[in-house]
């Protein structure tokens, strides 16, 4: 019988691919709870779906060089504060209604999907709805009948997809919770509506209101 070197023995490849196996399979599990952590409402990049009750900007953040979703004052959607549960109730029957309508048909969310139309990932920012105080309504307007406004400067029209009121405030809070999520600068250079308050009345700042 022929001696064979360490190298080339059969039982040591052997043993190499059961280690290297049971490693990567060690991995991917860590990997995959990692991510599940990352990707949950309620962590660090993806805000509790309660975030529907603040005001949501995008704004240049010098550190990381890129602009950041910044949680601001409370600014309740349809002017309603919702619980926690409330809140995810509502986001997630505006899920269901872009995956039941495969908005990701044309759009993109989050960068994923196709590109006949706009990402969506910061259509609750985008400048065209006119004003922060007639966008909800203008968004629930757009949703339920898309096909008679063009909305921005594509040249292509949204088709009516027959979204119930419902269906339309739903998909609104799920678009302004997105918005909410850090995507690590993902739209860059995107000019958001302007969400300022309009400047206090004149006069000293404790004065309420005047005689
Ligand atoms: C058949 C293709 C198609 C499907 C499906 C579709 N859209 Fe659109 N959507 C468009 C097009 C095209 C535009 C641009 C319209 C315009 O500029 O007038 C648009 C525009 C929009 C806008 C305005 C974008 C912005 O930047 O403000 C929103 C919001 C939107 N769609 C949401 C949705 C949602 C939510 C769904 C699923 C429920 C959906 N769309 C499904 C084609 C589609």
Redesign the pocket.
Known sequence: MSHTEWWASESFWRKTAIWVTAGSFVALIFLTLDSMSAITAGSTRVPAYSVINHRIDYVFDEKRNFQVPVIGVEEPLFGKTLTEAEAEALVSRGKL??QA???M???TLLGNGAY???D?TK?WL?P??GSKEVREQM?VD??MN?QD???????????N?G?TEDEARA?VAF?KWMASIDTNGFPANFTPIDQSDPPAESGSPTQQQGG
């Open positions: 209604t872009t309508k495969n908005c048909n044309c759009h006949y139309a706009p969506l259509a985008d065209s709805w968004m757009f949703l898309p406004r063009l909305h921005n400067g594509l040249g292509r029209r949204m088709p997809l979204i998909t678009l």
